[in-house]
C-alpha cells in the first residue's frame, strides 16, 4: 500500500510540476509615458513579450507601433492616449502582429497613407479585442484582411468619420475572410464615402450598436455583408442621412457574390430610418438563403427586404 501511495504521490507531483512549466507567465507591464523610461508606444512594442501588459498615460503621441508579441494587453490610462497623425510600414497607426491582443482605452485619429487604406488599427493576428476605444477621421477605423481562424470583437467603442473613396474605398471597420467579427455596444457617426461596416467574415454579429450617417455624413451602405455568411443583427439603431452616397440599401447581403456558407440570417428588433428624400431598402438580400426580419422598427420611406426571407412584426 506504501508502495503505491508513493508512486500515486510522485505521479501527482510531476503532473504539477509540468504545469506549472507549461502554464503562459504572467508577464510585466511596461508603463509608457513622459515621465516614464519608455516615452513613446513604439518604444514598448519593441520589447513586449508574450502576455505583457502595456499602460499608455493620458496624452497625445505622434507615434506609430507594430505589436509582434502574443497575449498583449495595451490599455491607455486615465483619460486614455490619443495617437494621431503617424502610420507603420504603409498600414496603419497600431499594426498588430500578435495573436490574442486586447486593445482598451485609447484613440486613433488621422491615419493616412500613400495608398489612402491608413488604418487606426491594422489587424493581421488572429483574436483582437478593442473594448472602450475611440476612431476618429482615419482612412479606415480597423481593418483586416484575410486570417485564417481569426475573430476580431469590438466592444463599446466609437467611429466617427472614418472613410475614403480615392480610389479604393475605406471603411468604418473592413474585415476581410476571418472567422468571426462581433461588434457590440459601439457608435457609428458621420463616416465619409465608404461603408460603416463591411464584412467578410463567415460569421458577423453586430448587437445594440449605433449606426447613423447623421446629418453630415455619406456613407454608402450602413452595412454590407459583401460576400454572404452568417449574420445576426439584434437591438441595432440604424439612420441613412440626406447625404448618403447610396439610396439603394442599408444592409446589403452578398452584393460582391455570395463566397461564404451562409446558414442563417436573423436580424431583429432593429430600428431604422430613412432620412434620405428618397426611398431605400432596409435589407437587400443576394443570397438564396431567408433572410428572417422580425420586430424590426422602420421610419420613413422603406421597403424592409428585397430578395428571399420573411418579415414578420
Known amino acids: 500500500m506504501v508502495t503505491w501511495m508513493r508512486r500515486i ?62 497575449r498583449l494587453t495595451i490599455e491607455g490610462e486615465g483619460t486614455g492616449a490619443v495617437l494621431s497623425g503617424k502610420s507603420c510600414g504603409g498600414k496603419g497607426i497600431f499594426v498588430i502582429d500578435g495573436d490574442d491582443v486586447t ?105 445594440n450598436n449605433y449606426i447613423a450617417d447623421g446629418p453630415d455624413g455619406n456613407s454608402s451602405y450602413l452595412v454590407d455583408i459583401s460576400n454572404g455568411g452568417d449574420l445576426l443583427m439584434q437591438g441595432n439603431t440604424l439612420e441613412k442621412g440626406p447625404h448618403s452616397e447610396n439610396d439603394d440599401t442599408a444592409v446589403a447581403i452578398g452584393a460582391e457574390g455570395v463566397k461564404n456558407p451562409t446558414h442563417t440570417l436573423d436580424i431583429r428588433d432593429n430600428s431604422f430610418t430613412n432620412d434620405m428624400s428618397k426611398p431605400t431598402n432596409f435589407v437587400r438580400n443576394r443570397t438564396i438563403t431567408p433572410a428572417m426580419l422580425s420586430g424590426n422598427h422602420l421610419q420613413g420611406r422603406i421597403t424592409p427586404l428585397v430578395g428571399p426571407g420573411t418579415v414578420s412584426p
Not at 515621465?35 to 508606444?41: C, E, I, T, V, W
Not at 466592444?155 to 474585415?175: I, M, R, T, W
Not at 475572410?177 to 464615402?193: A, K, M, P, T, Y
Request: include cysteine; aromatic fraction near 4%.
Open 103 to 207: 486593445v482598451r482605452n485609447l484613440s486613433f485619429a488621422h491615419a493616412t497613407v500613400p495608398d489612402h487604406n491608413g488604418a487606426g488599427i491594422r489587424a493581421e493576428g488572429r483574436d483582437l479585442t478593442v473594448q472602450h476605444s475611440r476612431f476618429i477621421d482615419n482612412e479606415n477605423g480597423i481593418l483586416a484582411g484575410m486570417i485564417a481562424h481569426g475573430t476580431i470583437r469590438i466592444l463599446d467603442s466609437e467611429f466617427h468619420g472614418n472613410g475614403k473613396c480615392d480610389p479604393q474605398c475605406a471603411h468604418g471597420v473592413y474585415v476581410g475572410g476571418i472567422d468571426r467579427l462581433d461588434i457590440e455596444r459601439s457608435r457609428f457617426v458621420e463616416q465619409h464615402e465608404g461603408h460603416q461596416i463591411k464584412s467578410r467574415a463567415l460569421h458577423t454579429v453586430l448587437i
Open 9 to 70: 504521490l510522485a505521479c501527482c507531483l510531476i503532473a504539477l510540476l509540468t504545469a506549472c512549466a507549461t502554464e503562459p507567465s504572467a508577464g510585466s507591464v511596461l508603463d509608457v509615458g513622459p515621465s516614464q523610461p519608455l516615452k513613446l508606444p513604439s518604444q514598448a512594442a519593441a520589447i513586449a513579450k508574450p502576455g505583457d501588459t502595456v499602460r499608455i498615460a493620458a496624452g497625445e503621441y505622434a507615434d506609430c507601433a507594430v505589436w509582434r508579441a502574443s
